[in-house]
């Protein structure tokens, strides 16, 4: 029917189904830009099943009006063996510019990494991060948990548009980013020596999988994000999932997710960000952190000044359809590990 708005990569659209209308997502760079009129194909999973992430039909295809097949460079897949696979550019395939670059990367020199459960961490993260060094050079590193096109996210696209960003890496399955990697550890590598970040950032895509058990959640990633900053002498900061307003007992206070993660998948050690909070929660946040110290540096944050930054966010910021002030200690906690890595740059030197 028309278009709604649209973003890097993404076009929003309202379109008229068999049951009525209903919001739909395109990526042209993958079917073509729909325009009104168009008859689109659609998937309409998150439809069917009231996804909370996005709630978009997804257009599959443009029927009558195919895209331009794609001329290259590139020959990289990803979302391999499935009837969207896309061709992309990899930064670390024998044709790229990079190739020479990453053959012989093998270290992060220090960077550092700050690593998140969830994609709507990231925003939060840079306030607290340019709250004290807003000089910083930012990489966003994108993993295959979420959404794999990176255009799903529209806070990439404002937060490239703010300079919040350097660049955004996509890695594994996920693809769409300005970089174009296989591993986590490439992305990692890419993020420092394409790039030239001064610190990146690690979270899953838009959306994530969890099943309500110990394991079975796409957030154990984390953990090995740390494992992967590691070995690549980086320094990574672990940002704790923590909420006040979430109704699941399993994650009000520092979730599970985190624990899990930290805890239990990742073997290197990292900075645990431990945001201090106010009153019996900030205690709950304490005690239930404390055995993480085992194998961590668990380091208390200050959060004065955190809140005012968050308000000056240049994206809107939003956890599991909650804003700001709905569940302020989320927002805090990302933020601290923003501010606790602006710690570890070089001070009184010129960044990269």
Same mark, same amino acid.
């Given at each position: 029917?028309?278009?709604?708005?649209?973003?890097?990569?993404?076009?929003?659209?309202?379109?008229?189904?068999?049951?009525?209308?209903?919001?739909?997502?395109? !990526?042209?760079?993958?079917?073509?830009?729909?325009?009104?009129?168009?008859?689109?194909?659609?998937?309409?999973?998150?439809?069917?099943?009231?996804?909370?992430?996005?709630?978009?039909?997804?257009?599959?295809?443009?029927?009558?009006?195919?895209?331009?097949?794609?001329?290259?460079?590139?020959?990289?897949?990803?979302?391999? !063996?499935?009837?969207?696979?896309?061709?992309?550019?990899?930064?670390?395939?024998?044709?790229?510019?990079?190739?020479?670059?990453?053959?012989?990367?093998?270290?992060?020199?220090?960077?550092?990494?700050?690593?998140?459960?969830?994609?709507?961490?990231?925003?939060?993260?840079?306030?607290?991060?340019?709250?004290?060094?807003?000089?910083?050079?930012?990489? !966003?590193?994108?993993?295959?948990?979420?959404?794999?096109?990176?255009?799903?996210?529209?806070?990439?696209?404002?937060?490239?548009?703010?300079?919040?960003?350097?660049?955004?890496?996509?890695?594994?399955?996920?693809?769409?980013?300005?970089?174009?990697?296989?591993?986590?550890?490439?992305?990692?590598?890419?993020?420092?020596?394409?790039?030239?970040?001064?610190?990146?950032?690690?979270?899953?895509?838009?959306?994530?999988?969890?099943?309500?058990?110990?394991?079975?959640?796409?957030?154990?990633?984390?953990?090995?994000?740390?494992?992967?900053?590691?070995?690549?002498?980086?320094?990574?900061?672990?940002?704790?999932?923590?909420?006040?307003?979430?109704?699941?007992?399993?994650?009000?206070?520092?979730?599970?997710?985190?624990?899990?993660? !930290?805890?239990?998948?990742?073997?290197?050690?990292?900075?645990?960000?431990?945001?201090?909070?106010?009153?019996?929660?900030?205690?709950?946040?304490?005690?239930?952190?404390?055995?993480?110290?085992?194998?961590?540096?668990?380091?208390?944050?200050?959060?004065?000044?955190?809140?005012?930054?968050?308000?000056?966010?240049?994206?809107?910021?939003?956890?599991?359809?909650?804003?700001?002030?709905?569940?302020?200690?989320?927002?805090?906690?990302?933020?601290?590990?923003?501010?606790?890595?602006?710690?570890?740059?070089?001070?009184?030197?010129?960044?990269?």
């Amino acid at each position: 029917m028309r278009i709604r708005r649209e973003w890097p990569g993404a076009v929003e659209l309202d379109v008229v189904t068999q049951e009525g209308q209903a919001r739909a997502l395109a !990526y042209p760079a993958l079917v073509g830009r729909p325009e009104p009129g168009d008859t689109v194909l659609l998937n309409t999973t998150a439809l069917a099943m009231g996804l909370g992430t996005g709630g978009y039909a997804m257009v599959v295809a443009i029927p009558e009006r195919l895209p331009e097949d794609p001329q290259g460079p590139g020959h990289l897949v990803k979302a391999r !063996y499935t009837p969207l696979q896309a061709t992309v550019f990899g930064a670390d395939e024998q044709d790229s510019p990079h190739h020479d670059i990453l053959a012989e990367a093998d270290s992060l020199d220090g960077m550092p990494v700050v690593v998140a459960d969830l994609h709507s961490a990231l925003p939060a993260i840079l306030c607290g991060l340019y709250g004290s060094r807003p000089g910083a050079r930012v990489a !966003y590193v994108m993993l295959d948990g979420g959404a794999l096109p990176a255009w799903f996210s529209m806070s990439c696209a404002r937060l490239r548009e703010a300079g919040w960003l350097c660049g955004v890496v996509t890695a594994g399955q996920a693809f769409g980013g300005d970089v174009e990697t296989v591993t986590t550890h490439t992305g990692l590598l890419a993020a420092r020596h394409v790039l030239e970040a001064d610190v990146a950032v690690v979270t899953q895509g838009p959306g994530n999988l969890g099943g309500g058990t110990r394991w079975g959640f796409s957030g154990v990633s984390a953990g090995e994000a740390v494992n992967a900053a590691a070995v690549l002498s980086g320094r990574p900061v672990a940002a704790l999932r923590v909420s006040e307003g979430d109704r699941r007992e399993r994650h009000v206070g520092v979730s599970h997710h985190s624990l899990t993660a !930290y805890g239990r998948v990742a073997l290197a050690p990292a900075r645990v960000a431990v945001p201090e909070l106010p009153g019996d929660f900030g205690r709950r946040v304490i005690e239930q952190v404390g055995p993480l110290g085992e194998r961590h540096e668990l380091v208390p944050v200050p959060v004065d000044g955190l809140h005012e930054a968050l308000k000056n966010s240049p994206v809107r910021l939003s956890t599991m359809g909650r804003g700001l002030e709905e569940d302020l200690a989320y927002f805090l906690a990302s933020a601290a590990a923003g501010r606790l890595a602006a710690g570890l740059l070089p001070q009184g030197a010129a960044l990269s």
